[in-house]
């Protein structure tokens, strides 16, 4: 179990890693991005961190006095808000202010997935 644990948040915290190299670093040598894309990314997002919230939720059924644990818990729902959050104000009003916020989640996600990794490696 241990073991899988720690691929998943490794390769889960890789794939935020990578969709913010895809919307940065790629941005200008892709084409068409419109805001139904954008939502789109928000959702999935969203979605991938309701889930780790569901297992960070089981898994302090399993070590309930985790601090590690529980602070994946607060990075995944911070980022939910941020990232998820903007991409959904972004794509609704056009609005740019809210393009500089997403990062801000991506790095919750990310600080997240390293605390689930330290939680899953001390256990």
Known sequence: MKLFLILGAVNAMLA???GAFGAHAL??????RNMLNVYQTGVQY???????????????????????LNGAGWSFFIGILLFSGSL???????????????????????????LLIISAVKA
């Open 16 to 18: 935020v890693m990578l």
């Open 27 to 32: 941005e200008a040598k892709l084409t068409e």
């Open 46 to 68: 969203h979605m991938y961190h309701a889930l780790a919230l569901v297992a960070v939720g089981i898994l302090l059924g399993k070590w309930p006095a985790s601090a590690l």
């Open 88 to 114: 959904y104000a972004l794509s609704n009003t056009g609005m740019k202010f809210f393009g500089p916020i997403t990062p801000l989640g991506g790095v919750a996600f990310i600080v997240g997935w390293i």
